[in-house]
Each structure stands twice: as C-alpha cells, then as structure tokens.
C-alpha cells in the first residue's frame, strides 16, 4: 500500500463525514438577489430552471469579447448558494472580466446526485459559449471555478470525460479554457489497485450512495491526462474535510502529464478559508485576509495568461499585513491636493529615530510635490491608556490628520502591565477619538514586541495587549502590522536572531523591516490604476466597552477647577536637586508638586473617569483619594522603573463611573517606607469627559 493512500485511509474524513456537511459553506441567502447582475436561465431540466447571474464591466462595449470565469458554489452537493462566490465575480467585472455565478441542482432542493451537479455545470459552460457574443464573451476564454464541491464540479468539466447528458442523448460540449478551484474535492475513491479495510469500503459504498454513478466516473484524480485546461488551486493546509495531500497528489500526477498545474497552500487555513464572511470576530477577519489572498493570485494567475492587463487591485501582503479598509482617503489627499498631515503616536520605539524617519523619508519619495507636516507623538514608556488622554494635545490640535501610526503593544505590556480591559480601553479611545476629529483618517496599528512578548508568540499563545488592540483594529476596521509575529517567524525560518532585530528597541535592522513592512501595506492599500476620488466618511460601530476613553483629555495643572491647599507648588521641580535619571522634554515642564504629607487635592469634573498623568521617581510617594465622598482608597504611585528614572504613568482613580458630575479628593500620604517616599509630581489630570 502506498503512503499516499495510506494517509487517505488514515484520514476517515475525506471519505466519509467530508462531503455530507464539511463542504458547506457559510449560510448565504437562497434563491439570492443581486441588484448588479443580470439574472438569466442557463438551463430548464425537469420543469427546474437552472439560473446564471451575469456581471458585466461598467466599460463594455458593443463587439466586445471577454474573458468570462463562472462560479459554482459549495455545499456537499446538497445545499449552497450562488451567493458565495458574488464578491469575486464583483472583483472579476472590476478587472474587466465577466462574471457569472451558477445555481445547479442539489441533493436538498432538487434531490439529485453528485453526477447531476456535474452536469449542469458542463451545460452552464455550454450555455456560456453558445451566448458568447450576446454577453461580450471571448469563447475561447472561459474559466470553470468553485469551491469545495463547486470546485469538484469545476475541475470535473476540464479532467473528467462528459458523462451522456439528460436532453438528447448527446455529449455536452463543455471544456472550460482555464480553471481557478478552491479546496476542491479531487478524490472520491482510493487510487487503483489499493486494498480497503471493512472501514474504508463503507465509506466508498455511502459514497456511491450520494454520486449517483462509481465514484471514480467523477473522481477528477482518476481522469488526469495530458491536456488539461491551466489549473491554479487555492487550498488550506490545516483542511480536514478535503485533506491537503489530496489536491498535492492531484496536482503532481497533473504537472507529471505534462499540464500547468499551480498549488498555492494557505498555512493553518481550514476549508472554505476563502470565503468573504464579514462581521469583525478574529476568525472573519482571517477569512478577509485569506479572501483578499485567494482573490489576488486569482488575478495574477488570469494576468499570466494574459486574459487581463495591470497590477491586481484586491491587495494582500502577509498574514503579518492585514489590510482592512483602504486607505485611498490619505492618496486622494496626497495627490489631489498636495499636501498630508502624517502622525506617529506611540511610545520611546515611536519617539526614537527608527521605523518613523524611515517612513517620513519615502512619502516624501512617493509624492514629492506634496507639502508634508510629520507629528512626532511618541513620548517613551507612555501606554495607551495615556495616549487617548494625550492624543488631542500631542496629535489631533495640529489640524486634521489624514494619516496616523500608532503603536503601544509593548508599553502596555512591560511599562503598564495592562489587563484586557485596559489594553481595550485605552486603544479604542485614540482610536475612536481620531476617527471623530476625522472620519477619513486613515489609521496603522502596529504591534511591537518585547522578549516577553516574543516568547509568548513562540509557545503559540497571543500577548495580551496586542491581541487586545487588534480586536480593536479590527472592530474599527483600521489595517495592522503584526512586527511581533513576522519577526518571530523570521527568527524561526533562521533569517534573523533577536540581537540582530534589536531587541525591544529595534536597531537599524529591525527597524528597517519595519519600515518595510509599513511601505508594503500602504503601496498595497493605496489602490493604483485610476483616479483617486474624494471618499466617503467612516461609520463608526458600536463602542466595545462603554468604558473606553474615547473622550479623553488633559487637563492643566493650573486648571482653577483644582483646587489645592498650600503644601503645593506650580512650577519647574527644581531637578538639580533631586536624584534620579531625568528626561529632558519633563525638565522645563511646570508640574504641580508636593513634598510635603497631608497635602490635599480637590477637583470638580464631568465624565466617566479621572484619573492623573505624572512623573514617579525614586522619591515618589502614596495617596489618598476618593470620588464622592465614598470610601477612601491607597494608590502608591511609585512605579518598578522608577528606581533611577523620574517616570512617566498615568494612574486611573475613577473609571466607569456614571456619566455625571463627581469630587475627587486626593491627600498625599506619609513616609510608607525607610526611603521616606513623599514626593507626587503631577504632569496633569486625565478626564474622560
């Protein structure tokens, strides 16, 4: 027995429970309605008619003759619709190639078998080149497409020999020119000559049961010859219902006969990963980037063929890269009216001369006429939670930004120490807050990592903060880089070690395939090909915590609304005195500053959260506060880093409170320990109003 089969024996789904219900897909609408499709009947068999939703490039013409892909769903041969496949026909007519998605009949409306299917698409074919010249069809360039059992009946209409058509005895005339197949089933039967266990031949007579004729009269990897259509397959290799080595037998037994045969693997893809399926959880999100991959290489492989002309326009760069929206807004800009805003919000990796010049230098590069201002907004060891705080300050009172980076996976995690909720909040509120300031702003989230973080990756688990953050990317649909999983990767495949990277501040390297990876995304986002127009505002979805700072705000230590008793001073600290790393941009920065215990605070405000951004050195010391009047909490503000640094940290000490007028009071403490700790350096207060 060999390998091969042994494996297919081994894997019971593929014979048995596949096609029954792993070959559906997602449940679309049936019969479905396209406002943008011509609707025709391809077929009537049976008193059935059989429909074909046709769609056409807005730039058609009278004799025009192009190429056509035809789509057939999946569904087991037992249900699915057409729907499935309408976002690449959409696509396809986009590129000049018309489209048509398929009905054929099914198990459950119909209560044919497996062969039927494969005959109505040989007649969708037919009826396809018959009427070429009513729908600018090119006869001799027509491509069978599907997936899973719509890919099975696409590939059966280029490999397998025609079965005897139903009307008239006669062989249907049905050979598609090309064939595009997502995670098609190839193989119904074992290969000949291979004994069957008592397993293994119950799963092939259920099998006989739902074809309608032998198994291997349709089982597409038993008719492989010379002369096949050019084939290109998009399949999973994490696929358990049509396993991965059943299409890589296919296509070797096909390149070995002398045909053109392309496999392209999607690593960890399950089946039907190509489907479109929208809404904003992590598994659609991946099903998005999984789409927008199929749809590219469809493009490239129709393209090498030489049916269309240009560069794809569906865009994908990595499972790293994920392109959500299109950030054509920041393009219309730059080109149409000369000019571009450019923010960079983040911590010390932003505020450090590394990804962010890189990227600065090659705008200016790609649009040379247009007058750039670049906001440098990373201030070190600041989380996001002081971000969305800071962000109308540092960023949004410069003017509108039509395009923002912005990065705090790894302060969240080492400075902050955030959990899920706070990584959440602090996120959603810069990102909230700068789609409000402008709807067509358009937005990078770029997650860093630390060793900690890296090692977590490399266990196969996710980093709190950035899994966080990205649920908000993707929520908000605001693209992403994931650094950590590519240089994890890198380090893996043995192209980089950590050192080289830089480790948590990347060095000239790491930094390098940063910017790297940011060029990509936008060259990749920017849609190329036509005219740029003014695109239309952002719809912003629900909140995902109701806690979020997304009216977030600084207010000035001199505000008169606070209120403090003489113990404290408005002014410069007198730094020289005082011991402990300081940085430059806090030294000339009035604070609002106690030494002294018993010093009290009070401040009046509206909103949902109060809290302070200031500086804990190795001086600083506890407080008192409550909201209120309510019971009195401690909060010791001295951080882990503050040993030998003055640090920035913003502390929270209301958050989630109701939307209303509240007190806070704030008293500083007494020496909590033998260092005699006392000292409370306020930068300002932080309210979500």
Known sequence: MSSFVLRLLISGTFLGGLLPQALGQRSWAYPPVFEDATE???????????????FQPDNVAEGDSRPAVVFFFGGGWRSGTPAQFADQCRYLASRGVVAVTCDYRVASRHGVKAASCVDDARYAIRWLRENAGMLSVNPRQICAAGGSAGGHIACCTGVVPALVSAEGGKAVRSVPNAMVLFNPAVML??????????QQTKKLSAMAERTGVDPVRISPIHHVAAGQPPTVIFHGTADTAVPYFTVEEFARRSRAAGNDVTLVGYPGAPHGFFNNRGGNSESSDRSLQWYRATVQQMDLFLARLGWIQGEPTERYVSEHVRIRRYLDASRYVFESKKAGRVAFLGGSITEMPGYRPQVERWLREQYPNAGFEFINAGISSTCSNTGAFRLQRDVLSHGPVDLMFVEFAVNDDQDAGHSAANCVRGMEGVIRQALVSNPNMDIVMLHFPNDGMLTTIESGDEPISSSRHEAVARHYGVSSIYVSRYVA????????????????????????????????LLEQGWRSGG?????????????????????GRLVAVSDPAIEVSSEWHLDVPAWDSLSGSKRSRFTNEIMLHTDEPGATLSYQFSGNAVGAYLLAGPDAGAVQYRIDQEEWQTMDLLHRYSK????????MFGIGLEDKEHLLEVVTQAPNSAQQRTSVRLLALTVNQ
């Open 644 to 651: 030998g640094l003055h640090y920035p940290r913003t502390v």
């Open 489 to 520: 990767q890198e380090i893996r495949d043995g192209n980089l070690t950590w050192e080289q990277y830089g480790g948590t501040h990347p060095k000239l390297p790491g930094n390098t395939l940063v910017a790297n990876q940011v060029k990509q």
């Open 531 to 551: 005219p740029v127009n003014e695109p239309s505002a952002v719809e912003l979805p629900e909140l995902l915590d109701p806690a979020s700072f997304v009216v």
């Open 189 to 198: 039967a074992p290969l000949d000559g291979v004994e069957s266990t008592r």
């Open 40 to 54: 025709f009947t391809y077929r009537t068999v049976e008193d059935i008619e059989l429909r074909a939703w046709v």
